[in-house]
């Protein structure tokens, strides 16, 4: 009988048009979306941002998932800081995620 791994929590931002979207704009033409993206590829290169990217709807916005070695607080006060988000670009939620399946060693 095979071994499930124990189920993980890990932290998910969700992130939506904030009041500076320009709807009907292609998200990668947005102004400061590319700080947007600067800021997340810091966290990613830390180790500490497992996946990340915008879903393939327009004006529909995206979501990063932590690796389990970051807390709550360290990942709202980094997307707190998203220069993305504090020109109105995004708004960001974060959520727990009970990541109940995966594959050994595959980390999220």
Do not use: C, S
Not at 65 to 90: C, M, N, R, S, Y
Request: proline content about 11%; aromatic content about 10%; glycine content about 12%.
């Amino acid at each position: 009988m095979t071994t499930m791994p124990a189920p993980v929590v890990q932290w998910v931002v969700f992130h939506r048009p904030g009041p500076a979207w320009q709807p009907g704009v292609d998200f990668r033409e947005q102004p400061g979306v590319r700080e947007h993206v600067a800021h997340y590829r810091t966290l990613h290169g830390q180790g500490k941002l497992a996946l990340g990217g915008p879903f393939l709807l327009p004006d529909a916005g995206g979501l990063m998932v932590a690796t389990p070695d970051i807390t709550q607080a360290e990942l709202e006060a980094f997307a707190a800081a998203d220069p993305a988000v504090q020109a109105g670009l995004l708004t960001f939620e974060v959520r727990p995620w009970y990541v109940a399946m995966r594959r050994p060693g595959g980390g999220a």
